[in-house]
């Protein structure tokens, strides 16, 4: 095994260990907040299903209305959640793959301060009824600037990081990282710029948010999340990364190509023909990067994905590469008039979003979470059994919702399509398959309760103290790491 | 779990000392920082792919963009419009009203002012004030209704064959869509129009008549009206009902 990396020197331990330190506070910040945040997210995003399947109920309260508890789920999912756990996966490997330590700590946790604060105050707006209605930036205009700055805060944090670099090579997490860091301001503003301030036509203003929710996905989600996988997968399979050629041509594919993409939730819509035409062209296109970002995660760990089966790391980011690559083919496959027609306004819009923030990068970053915390905190994740429970439930839930949710979207887009039916008619249809959604909504807030309590008392410091990883299927001490407890490292040693 | 040792290393662990020998396990047994393999035999069939995954997007574009002609939407192919949509308390789908009733409408509310004389009925009073209904003053060609309309009259003067001597005052401080409304009005409302004739009256046709007559300051006489064929119309378009606009034009 020439492939095989060399075994850490003392020398690096201790470098790492002291990079670890510097970044435990902002890092253990933005978790502990963000998963604080999906766990209202989850609990909005159970009631707001159950409000879908049985409308009738608490009809008094319209803060407990569907139309302000789904976008505030979906505010907080995004706002609360996703950003916030990028933030400090981003904040750890960046100074791990740059090898420096962060300076400006307080810096950091201030500008999360001033975020969650933002957030709170924006979460609270929609959910009481004062959005702006637009999906995925509907928090009241005068919000923006403020979440605008503490982004503005952390990202330049990140460039000072990258211009301190002690290592020759960019690693290909970090041109991701130093990517998405830049990107997210661009389309933030511009979305905001024109939507709450610019006015213009409504029709316009309903593309460009069209426009920011895809390039959320490309130019945030999909970048941050591969940072994390690109480091997660060889770091834990001990093995360098495929193809640097395929890394790097998957990363300019995708800065080529996100930007063109998000018409294509409006196909046949009131925009002149090429505009949803080039998103659709753009969104096929997309199949590329994300192609080569398999071929590279399968090379990588062919022959080793038994170790799936004890990290825990490993396996959140496996099941989120295989959501993402799924997630591209349907994607492209819904691109195609003869299927939008069924699909587009339906719920399978939900799923397929559902299944790019949760099923890819929410579970991404559950497995970096997990690789990380044990390392900033100096102790291991208390319970195995907790981790198994979090990982089953949710990967259920999410097959659930996304599988649920495309076959109400079949179901409603067929009726949509035929003009002369009721239109309510239409949405009854998905009535059913709602339930699902809110059952599953239900098993994920359960999973992340688990999630929530377990990284608690990594903060605190009550994990375990004894030696050996929190492996999924070892009990603690028994083996040394992932890779021991599938019987590669005694392979290795034997051929050494 | 043993208490003493574990805050020793945390004390170490945060005094910059990375506790190597007990605390800190996690940071021991990682592994070196990922690096990329150059593995580059795959690229070939990668850009294969990419050969292919181009023919489908361009196929794609070709196919939906309508060769970037801003003003087009893309139409699906055997796509019907829906009708209008349902509104509250409706019993059918909403229908666009024809032009012609929002016209006929407008009218009725200008010969309100007519109704003193004329009565609602269109009847006239018998003796003092003709009737619009049956009258070949209406019923007749446009040119000199309008010319009735927009200086008035002096009596004597006859109406289906009954001879009427009050006044009937210039009505030419209305604006020309108001007498046009007005005119059709009474054409269609009261009189008989013959086969092939719609009876209305445009803006148009009352501007030509306004200016062709239109600087008379006192009424006419019934020898003035006369002196114009009886069935001649003020020049202009013929209308569609349904949209206003001239037949053929949209």
């Known amino acids: 095994m020439s492939e095989a990396m060399q075994e850490a020197s003392a020398q690096d331990v201790q470098e790492r260990a002291a990079i670890d330190r510097s970044v435990r506070f902002p890092v253990l910040f933005f978790f502990t907040s963000a ?3 999906l766990f209202l997210a989850t609990l909005l995003g159970f009631a707001s299903a159950v409000k879908l399947a049985a409308p009738e109920l608490w009809d008094v309260c319209p803060t407990l209305s569907y139309g302000q508890l789904f976008p505030a789920h979906m505010d907080s999912l995004i706002y609360g959640w996703a950003m916030q756990a990028g933030f400090g996966v981003m904040i750890w490997l ?10 400006n700590a307080v810096t950091l946790i201030t500008a999360g301060f001033v975020w969650n604060v933002t957030v709170l105050i924006g979460v609270v707006a929609v959910w009481s009824g004062y959005g702006n209605s637009m999906p995925w930036i509907d928090f009241p205009a005068y919000l923006w600037p403020s979440l605008f700055l503490s982004y503005a805060v952390i990202a330049g944090s990140l460039m000072m990081m990258f211009r ?6 960019v690693y290909v997490s970090q041109k991701y990282i130093f990517a998405a860091a830049l990107w997210f301001p661009w389309i933030y503003a511009t979305a905001n710029l024109i939507i709450n301030h610019t006015g213009g036509s409504a029709v316009m203003s309903a593309g460009v948010n069209a426009w920011f929710m895809n390039n959320l996905i490309y130019f945030w989600f999909v970048p941050v999340g591969l940072s994390s996988a690109y480091y ?18 998957g990363f300019w594919a995708l800065a080529i190509l996100a930007g063109w993409t998000g018409f294509n939730r409006f196909l046949g819509g009131p925009f002149p023909s090429w505009m949803p035409a080039i998103s659709g062209a753009a969104i096929i296109l ?16 062919s022959g080793r994905s038994s170790l799936m089966r004890y990290s825990p790391s490993l396996r959140f980011t496996v099941f989120g590469g295989i959501m993402f690559n799924l997630y591209g083919l349907l994607i492209a496959f819904s691109s195609y008039f003869e299927v939008s027609r069924l699909l587009q306004f339906t719920f399978a819009t939900l799923g397929f979003d559902i299944m790019i923030i949760y099923g890819f990068f929410s579970m991404v970053m559950f497995g970096a979470i997990y690789f990380i915390v044990p390392r900033i905190t100096n102790c291991e994740w208390p319970s195995a059994k907790l981790i198994r429970f979090h990982f089953w439930y949710s990967s259920y839930a999410i097959i659930t919702i996304v599988a649920f949710m495309i076959f109400a979207g079949l179901a409603q887009g067929g009726a949509i399509d035929d003009w002369s039916g009721d239109f309510l008619d239409a949405v009854r249809r998905g009535k059913g398959y709602v339930v699902a959604l809110a059952i599953a909504w239900a098993l994920i807030s359960m999973a992340n309760l688990a999630f929530y309590y377990q990284l608690l008392m990594m903060f605190f410091g009550w994990g375990r103290k004894t030696d050996g990883p929190t492996l999924i299927h070892k009990n603690p001490g028994e083996a040394e790491s992932a890779e021991a407890a599938a019987g590669f490292a005694t392979e290795e040693t034997a051929k050494a | 779990m043993d ?7 945390n004390l170490d662990y945060q005094a910059g000392r990375p506790a190597v020998r007990d605390g800190h396990d996690s940071v021991r047994r990682e592994k070196p920082e990922p690096v990329a393999g150059g593995n580059s035999k795959v690229l070939i069939s990668w850009v294969a792919t990419a050969g292919l995954v181009l023919l489908m997007a361009g196929g794609y574009f070709n196919g939906y963009s309508n060769s970037f002609n801003s003003s087009d939407t893309f139409i699906y192919p ?6 209008r949509p349902l509104i509250d308390g409706a019993s059918g789908p909403v229908e666009q009203k024809p032009w012609i009733e929002d016209w006929m409408a407008d009218g009725k509310k200008t010969y309100g002012n007519c109704i003193a004389c004329h009565q609602a009925t269109g009847m006239g009073l018998p003796g003092m004030f003709p009737p619009v209904i049956g009258s070949e003053w209406v019923d007749g060609g446009t040119e000199r209704l309008s010319m009735i309309m927009l200086s008035g009259i002096l009596g004597p003067f006859n109406v289906s064959g009954v001879t009427y001597n009050q006044p009937m005052p210039a009505w030419g401080a209305l604006s020309n869509e108001k007498i046009a409304q007005v005119m059709t009005y009474i054409r269609r409302e009261f009189g008989e129009m013959p086969e092939g004739k719609t009876g209305v009256v445009t803006t148009e046709m009352v501007k030509v008549a306004r200016e ?16 114009i064929p009886a069935d001649a119309d003020l020049p202009g378009a013929e209308i569609d009902l349904n949209t206003g606009k001239p037949v053929g034009k949209n």
Request: positive net charge; hydrophobic residues 45%; contains cysteine.
């Open chain 1, 232 to 249: 997660i997968i060889p770091k834990i399979v001990g093995r360098p990364i495929y193809s640097y050629q395929l890394a790097k041509i």
């Open chain 1, 94 to 103: 960046m100074a791990r793959l740059c090898r420096v330590e962060v300076k």
């Open chain 1, 164 to 169: 301190r670099r002690r290592e020759g090579d």
């Open chain 1, 35 to 37: 998963a604080g945040w």
């Open chain 2, 78 to 83: 055997g796509y019907v419009a829906a009708p």
């Open chain 2, 3 to 9: 208490e003493q040792n574990s805050t020793e290393s």
């Open chain 2, 212 to 227: 062709k007559h239109g600087k008379r300051a006192t009424p006419w006489a019934e020898a003035d009206l006369l002196a």
């Open chain 1, 286 to 301: 997309m199949i590329l990067p994300i192609g080569a970002v398999a071929v590279n995660f399968l090379g990588t760990i």
